[in-house]
């Protein structure tokens, strides 16, 4: 039997599924693993379902679960099956996607292995247990449950009961070895001896554990293909032998590669940005995060680096995902997303820039919100420079403000003193006044200020710099005579009087 053949539905298309808990804002990890069971579901014409593990009452949270929700929705990743969200009922024919309201499924199956006895109540207490796990770290052992309970009769068990005891449900891992063929890393063989001995399923207050309702949900709702991270894979000989017991087809297995830092730890939230809202705080546009998110991990085989999300799906291939940890690489990201803003619809990007320029205004960087014109006019220069949305303050900020702040120390090229700075700027003030306002063109202004800095022995780059740090108070913009016409010529000739009066005194004739 060839072992690229699915277990289940090799006939049938693909179902996978993403289960977030939500205890915590959208990871962009868990952002990556959502895309790729959404690609792999296109790319296969299966369904892609959304589940909410929100068992974890204490952690769980309802800001979080929409932090998760609005982030896939803004990705893009539309699920074909999920809970009711925002108004909206659930989708899908095995409903409900949400833990909490599938209980009675998980109390179900508890019943089935406790009366085949491939689970079993444990009594042990919290003090039995930690002294279990002093013992064997005194002795350099593994911590394991060491099988109290594992063996008691059923008149044990009734005395523990009528003292008023609270059994936990622990599932029997037996011996021998489980086995499985991850569709990215091969073959995986694990010992049960390695698993810590028998796990428990359902705590004594009744409430499931993850690796215990993961399988329920997961057989319930036919999912056929598991992909998740790496960091999963422990769990899944634990989730197999659960499988098994209950007599269930297993589902392949695909764990993905971990997202890294440059200097190859794990990402994590201390450490790294790795909430998907703040990439989108900064001014990340959806397009460059799936197209980057996509290829952490997996690449096309091909040169082809900016991809919409449908080419994507169209290459994507599990088989091809890395083994290798994937490193997140911000410029990178940030390259990809220059390349995207440049792709938008002028109007597209206009919408997309507001919330940021707004921000800028609220936070009195700019004197004014320019108008869909002020953008639009600036557009064509602007965008080949935007690593983000959130750049554009500081790309363009000096056209929405009364003045820019000029340091004289910035504003005197190396090369140049005080005084020639102060007569390269009277000059080129009369060179760009002798400008009509009609012809205030990029293409009007470059050639006599080219032919003054010639007459007068500059170089060019010197007086062009002093021109640009009077007329937006910095070294790096757009391109000089592009500025100057978004300026407006009033504005140019205010600002250079301005600069001058900063250099002060000393008007020589
Ligand atoms: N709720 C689990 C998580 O968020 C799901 C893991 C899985 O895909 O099985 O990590």
């Not at 409430?207 to 598991?226: C, G, R």
Request: contains cysteine.
């Amino acid at each position: 039997m060839s072992h690229s053949l699915d277990r289940i539905g090799t006939d049938r298309p693909p179902r996978v599924r993403i289960a977030p808990s939500p205890t915590g804002p959208l990871h962009i990890g868990t952002a990556r693993t959502a895309l790729y069971n959404y690609l792999y579901a296109r790319h296969m014409g299966g369904a892609f379902v959304l589940r909410l593990e929100d068992t974890d009452q204490a952690r769980g949270s309802i800001a979080y679960e929409k932090d998760i929700l609005d982030g896939l929705h803004w990705l893009g990743l539309r699920w074909d099956e999920g809970p009711e969200v925002a108004g909206e009922a659930a989708r899908g024919p095995h409903a409900p996607y949400r833990q909490m309201e599938r209980l009675p499924n998980y109390a179900a199956a508890a019943e089935r292995l406790l009366a085949a006895d491939m689970a079993y109540p444990c009594y042990c207490t919290p003090d039995e247990l930690e002294s279990d796990r002093t013992a064997q770290e005194a002795a350099k052992l593994p911590p394991r449950y060491v099988g109290r309970c594992a063996t008691l009769t059923p008149a044990e068990r009734a005395a523990r009961e009528a003292e008023g005891r609270r059994g936990a449900l622990r599932f029997r891992v037996g011996t021998g070895v489980v086995a499985f063929d991850d569709i990215v890393r091969g073959r995986v063989e694990i010992d049960v001896a390695n698993l810590g001995g028998d796990f428990v399923i359902v705590r004594g207050d009744g409430s499931p554990l993850y690796n215990f309702t993961v399988v329920v949900d997961d057989a319930d709702m036919e999912i056929s293909h598991v992909i998740r991270g790496e960091d999963h894979i422990s769990n899944t000989p634990k989730q197999l032998l659960i499988f098994r017991a209950l007599g269930y087809p297993e589902p392949r297995y695909a764990h993905l590669p971990l997202i890294l830092n440059p200097d190859r730890t794990k990402m994590s939230k201390r450490k790294s940005q790795t909430a998907l809202s703040d990439y989108i705080a900064q001014g990340f546009i959806r397009e460059a995060l799936v197209n980057y998110l996509a290829l952490l991990g997996w690449a096309t085989g091909t040169e082809e680096e900016v991809l919409s999300i449908d080419e994507i799906a169209e290459r994507f291939d599990l088989e091809a995902v890395h083994k290798g940890g994937a490193i997140f690489d911000r410029d990178r990201l940030e390259w990809l997303n220059g390349q995207w803003i440049r792709r938008l619809e002028p109007g597209d990007l206009i919408d997309r820039l507001r919330p940021f320029v707004e921000a800028e205004h609220v936070a009195r960087r700019i004197d004014w919100i320019p108008s869909d014109d002020e953008l639009r006019a600036f557009l064509p220069v602007m965008r080949e420079r935007l690593p983000t949305l959130g750049a554009i303050g500081d790309l363009a900020g000096f056209l929405w403000v009364e003045a820019v702040p000029v340091d004289p120390a910035v504003l005197v090229p190396r090369r140049w003193d005080a005084d020639t700075t102060r007569d390269g700027l009277a000059a080129a003030r009369s060179t760009i006044a002798a400008v009509g306002e009609v012809t205030f063109e990029a293409d009007e202004l470059e050639p006599p200020l080219r032919a003054l800095a010639e007459a007068r022995g500059w170089k060019a780059g010197d007086l062009f710099m002093a021109i640009r740090v009077a007329i937006t108070g910095r070294t790096a913009t757009p391109p000089l005579f592009d500025t100057m016409v978004a300026l407006g010529r009033d504005r140019v000739l205010e600002r250079l009087d301005r600069a001058m009066a900063v250099l002060g005194g000393g008007h020589r004739r």
